[in-house]
């Protein structure tokens, strides 16, 4: 088991202002083996590129501020209470378009983070 505090992950400052902050949350030591987890952190009017997994499932949860899920060029606004479910092979991303943080939790099947992450133009 682990616990994962969302109020630290709200205190944490940006290392990289204005940009995308996108670390992974290790969870190999502690016994995953198909688990992983990231927390997000967007700067204000910045986003994740438009992309898909080729065998990757997600679960994303927002922690703070507001952003849009942009899935198969639907737009959707998503907030804290919001949990959003995203299926191997769906395009989406995640646009900041606030003049405020956007803050999230994501887990994720088949780690690392970076293995099967495809950018669509």
Known sequence: MKIIKSEA???IVNP???QPHRPEIRLDGDGFKRLGAMFGLLAPHTQVPYH???DRESILIPLSGEAIEIIEGQETVIRPGDILVIPAGE???T???SDGE???LEFFTCPPLSADFVQVD
Request: aromatic share 16%; net charge positive; hydrophobic share 30%.
């Open 9 to 11: 992950l709200c205190r």
């Open 16 to 18: 990289t202002p204005g």
């Open 52 to 54: 898909y997994h080729r």
């Open 91 to 93: 395009k989406h991303a």
């Open 95 to 97: 646009a900041n378009r």
């Open 102 to 104: 956007f803050r999230f």
